[in-house]
């Protein structure tokens, strides 16, 4: 052998080594280099997403503070004066039980001949009463809107409630303006009190602390605590013995009010509680003495379902009772009581009105900011009225005169008046004039003071407006993926930029406040609009700086040419016809039933597409039209599950309902809609794996315990179980339910999604032995190993997360909305079988269509664009009483459960039946740009619906409609940015392709 080659030889086995571990180590570098790519840029799209969100926030907040103004309260407080502004008159009672009925509507007080609704002639002892002398009942009728705690500050102060303030009815600080408890408190008189806490947090300062009993009053799933907590604490303060402790006893039931929200008024309960009021108030009356004066009231009514908060007839009419056991009312010869006619000739009385009558009768000052007028039958003739109607007016015009921008017309008429009076205050002939000029003098003065607080800061407005508009700006050029705008937002020059121009922006607005100082201008307004603006800028200037304006103009027509079709222009037609709903008060009522519309039509487009699709196989197009009728006929059904507005009747049957049949049902959806998720995995030979454990077991027991704790519900609160005997399983039965709640609720929300985060893909390896078939040459049997589900591994580990949230969600959902939230999951596999097939997931067409199913959803499981719909009483599911966050979580998922869904779901429009890529960075920029796509298609709507309720500030309905459905899109932005960047990006998409990657990348 040639020693010269030796060397050669010898060395080549480890030469051979070194090559495969270079080329080994060479594999890891670009492995590792390719993760820690994908890692920046999906840090650099969360950053971007977070930079938009924070912009589309500041935009809301500035049309929010310049749209729900909230008015300025004068800090003044009513004195009495031995001058001629004397606005005290002498007492004519020494005591007063104020007793007040949440939601005790009108027609709850009055008889009703032939009805046999629970909720009538229950209630008789008011009525019975007020046939005679000593007592009156009136119709009370309360200010939009009718929230407890607004209607509170009107009963006590005399004001009226701006609409921002319905949402401080769960941040109860106290009053800070004139009211006769602190009057009374003043006079160091006495206040017992017990019953709803609101009072306490209202006006804890000027209550004895001794008598003083506040109950939590926001569960409404518990109608006897408060109820009997006043009960227990009033009888034993009105004995003989114990009057002295006090001057004023206040007592708020909730009873009737829980009963609504939790019931409806067509309830068996509504009965037992207008039972026990009637008792209450027939006990009250045998134990006050003769100089204590008993008012009996409700602070507002209730609709159909039991809900209140809107203006509706029915929310607004409320009751006042007033008695004295020896003194005379001044009731007026009209006061007949026509029981046919549902009280139509019942007088009515504003609730402010109670403020300057309850103060006079008191023989106390009438509270500054007092906009009411006496009640006429609250004293002992005409003589004596007209003596408080001039008190009264002194203290209006005084209002006035410390108010800037009031009419002098009106000022004029004062002065005319008191010219009148003060000739003829003695003449009875003209006492009737008198009172009437004076009560329109109050009038005039109340109706401009309610256009005065309806003045909208147009600059603020303005502000909101263009600021969303800059952010949709870029968001719709972010969205539609121009791939050079793309790649420079992932670098960190780019994120640099924007860092450091809202920095700039914060500073240069911090200096000018400083500098300038303007009026109308705070802070937090300055730094907002600097920030807001610095972000928009930073997003723009790099982009201008690296291409011409010109070059992305041509950028966007070439993208939207090349990828226009049909499919995109139907897309563009729903964006827009959903915009234009907002520029109708009847579009918007009925939003349900255009939603509705909407996706019909894409349903059949999709059926047709189907049909003409010739280039699918036949069997595969079968399947595909099967799909689109499947998508089609489920919308149509879950429509018909409506809560009805109270402008869509009688157009509109509510359906919204809990009863047997829905209970029913949703045991069979426990064992039927895994049935279905199972059969969409069998279509990519996915379930295997994670799949049986999560959809076969998890999701059926889930389900099953779900159907459980509402089916415990539905008999907990049944009329047979309420009317029987078996009230010793009632606390039993609250416990299972908190124990079921809690558990699926920690389950599905902390355990599966852990798990998920930690668990396998719904992949198998099956391995097989295949003997040679030629009999002449036969070998060693042959293994092959096949990876069932590789088609769909993205997809069917992904849909998983979906089903975690969407069970936690069905929960917190009516029986009846859980139906449609299985509707919805179908939906969605349905669409994204369509999507595979007719080749549209990356068209602008899906992600459109998530976005209206999400609205359909939302009014199918119980919700409208108004107050009265939201569903409070769900947050006590797990808690007996307000917990943070608890109660909150739930309120939030049944509020906006199917938009969650939706949002958790929009990355399946990519990741569906779509193999591992050896490109994940591509995959996840499909994914951002349907996320991006859905928060523009949300950035259109809500704008629209902004831009149009500033145009319509002056519409009839503005408070009633448009105000509501604003509120609704600016919720909704906030949610689909927090939704969609922390859990379905952040936490969902995240892992699931980097998982993915980690063991199919290469």
């Known amino acids: 052998m040639d020693q010269s080659h030796q060397p050669e030889l010898i060395g080549s086995p480890a030469r051979q080594r070194i090559l495969k571990q270079q080329q080994q180590s060479q594999q890891l570098a670009r492995t590792r280099i390719r993760k820690q790519k994908l890692k920046f840029t999906f840090i650099g799209y969360l950053i971007v997403l977070v930079f938009l969100a924070i912009v589309q926030f500041i935009g809301i907040g500035f049309f929010t503070q310049g749209f729900l103004l909230s008015r300025q309260v004068l800090p003044n407080i009513s004195e009495c004066t031995n001058d001629q502004l004397n606005t005290c008159h002498p007492a004519r009672f020494e005591k007063a039980v104020v007793l007040v009925i949440d939601a005790l509507r009108f027609d709850f007080a009055i008889p009703v001949e032939g009805s046999e609704e629970y909720y009538h002639n229950n209630f008789p002892i008011l009525h019975k009463l007020a046939q005679k002398d000593n007592a009156v009942l009136l119709k009370f009728m309360a200010d939009p809107p009718t929230t407890t705690l607004q209607r509170l500050k009107g009963l006590t102060t005399g004001s009226l409630p701006t609409f921002i303030d319905a949402g401080s009815n769960f941040d109860g600080d106290a009053i800070d303006e004139d009211n006769w408890l602190l009057q009374l408190h003043r006079r160091n008189q006495s206040i017992a009190f017990m ?20 109950y939590p009053s926001l569960n409404v799933w518990d109608l006897d605590t408060v109820d009997n907590g006043v009960i227990e604490h009033l009888f034993p303060l009105i004995q003989k013995e114990n009057r002295t402790q006090w001057d004023v006893l206040i007592g708020h039931f909730l009873g009737v009010d829980h009963v609504g929200h939790r019931y409806g008024p067509r309830h068996f309960s509504m009965k037992e509680k207008l039972n026990q009021m009637n008792q209450v108030i027939e ?101 004596e009225l007209n003596q408080v109607i001039f008190k009264a007016a002194q203290q209006i015009q005084s209002f006035r005169d410390a108010t800037p921008n009031l009419s002098p017309i009106i000022n004029e008429k004062y002065r005319l008046f008191m010219l009148d009076y003060s000739v003829n205050s003695e003449n009875k002939k003209q006492w009737e004039h008198l009172i009437q000029s004076a009560k329109d003098y109050q009038y005039e003065s109340l109706e401009e003071c309610k256009r005065l607080w309806a003045r909208f800061d147009l600059k603020m407005i303005s502000f909101g407006i263009i600021i969303i508009f800059l952010s949709l700006t870029f968001t719709l050029t972010y969205a539609r993926s121009i791939p050079s705008v793309r790649v420079l937002t992932m670098s960190f020059e780019f994120i640099g930029s924007v860092i450091a121009m809202s920095l700039l922006g914060l500073v240069l607005s911090f200096s000018m406040f ?14 907002g609009l600097g920030a807001s603006l610095g972000i928009i800028i930073g997003f723009w200037a790099p982009i201008m700086d690296r291409f011409s304006l010109n070059w ?5 027509r070439d993208f939207f040419i090349y990828n226009f079709n049909s499919w995109s222009f139907l897309g563009l037609i729903f964006v827009s016809l959903h915009c234009l709903i907002f520029a109708s008060n009847s579009y918007v009522v009925w939003e349900d039933q255009m939603v509705l ?16 699709n010739t ?30 507005r109270e402008e869509q009747r009688p157009y509109c ?20 809609l895994p049935t279905i998720v199972k059969s969409f995995y069998e279509l990519s030979d996915s379930y295997h794996s994670a799949a049986p454990l999560w959809i076969g077991t998890g999701v059926k027991f889930l389900m099953f315990m779900n159907a459980i704790y509402w089916t415990v519900e539905y008999v907990q609160n049944s009329e047979y179980f309420l009317a029987s005997n078996f009230n010793l399983s009632e606390p039993l039965l609250k416990s299972l339910k908190l124990a079921i709640a809690r558990l699926v609720l920690f389950i599905s929300l902390i355990l599966a999604n852990f798990s998920w985060s930690r668990g396998p893909l719904c992949v198998k390896l099956d391995i097989k032995e295949e003997v040679s078939q030629d009999s002449e040459n036969p070998s060693q049997p042959q293994k092959t190993a096949t990876i069932l589900g590789y088609g769909n591994v993205y997809g069917s580990s992904y849909f998983l997360l979906v089903l975690n949230f969407a069970i936690a969600i069905m929960l917190v959902t009516k029986p009846i909305g859980v139906i449609s939230l299985n509707i919805l999951i179908v939906q969605i596999l349905s669409l994204l079988e369509l999507f595979d097939a007719l080749d549209i997931r990356k068209n602008l067409i899906a992600p459109v269509v998530f976005g209206l199913l999400g609205y359909q959803h939302f009014f199918s499981t119980g919700h409208q664009a ?48 779509i193999a591992p890529s050896s490109k994940p960075i591509t995959v996840l920029s499909q994914i951002v740009t349907n996320v991006t796509t859905l928060i523009t298609y949300q950035i259109f709507t809500s704008l629209s619906s902004l831009i149009f309720a500033a145009h319509f500030r002056r519409h009839l309905m503005v408070w009633k409609i448009f105000a509501p459905r604003f509120m609704l899109s600016g919720m909704l932005l906030i949610v689909f940015n927090v939704f969609l960047i922390l859990i379905t990006l952040w936490f969902g998409t995240g892992k699931i392709v980097t998982q993915v990657n980690r063991i199919f990348g290469k």
């Open 195 to 214: 019953g709803d806490d609101t009072w306490y947090a209202l006006f804890n300062e000027y209550v004895n602390p001794e008598l003083n009993f506040p």
């Open 552 to 556: 992305l103009w041509h950028q966007v």
């Open 653 to 672: 049957e509510p359906t919204f309902k809990s009863s047997w049949w829905s209970i029913v049902l949703l045991h069979v959806s426990s064992y039927t």
């Open 283 to 383: 006990d009250t009356i045998k134990q006050i003495d003769d100089k204590t004066l008993l008012i009996v009231m409700g602070d507002h009514g209730m609709d159909s379902t039991g809900n209140h908060g809107g203006d509706s007839l029915d929310e607004l009419e409320s009751t006042l009772f007033l008695y004295s056991k020896n003194k005379r009312f001044n009731k007026k010869s009209n006061d007949h009581y026509n029981v046919s006619e549902l009280g139509k000739n019942y007088r009515s009385v504003n609730q402010i009105d109670l403020v300057s009558t309850i103060s006079l009768l008191l023989g106390l000052p009438i509270p500054y900011n007092n906009l009411g007028f006496p009640i006429d039958e609250a004293f002992s003739n005409d003589h």
């Open 514 to 527: 400083v500098v300038l100082k303007p009026t109308d201008f705070n802070l937090k307004r300055c730094l």
């Open 866 to 913: 108004t107050i009265p719909s939201i569903q409070w009483e769900i947050g006590f599911m797990t808690t007996e009483s307000i917990v943070f966050p608890f109660t909150h979580i739930n309120i939030v998922l049944n509020t906006f459960g199917s938009f969650f869904i939706i949002c958790l779901a929009i990355p399946l429009i990519t990741l569906w039946k």
């Open 597 to 612: 519309f909407l996706i019909i039509t894409f349903g059949f487009c999709c059926i047709f597409g189907s049909l003409v």
């Open 615 to 644: 280039s699918l196989p036949r069997t595969q197009r079968i399947l595909c039209i099967l799909h689109a009728i499947t998508f089609t006929v489920l919308s149509r059904v879950a429509s018909s599950i409506t809560l009805c």
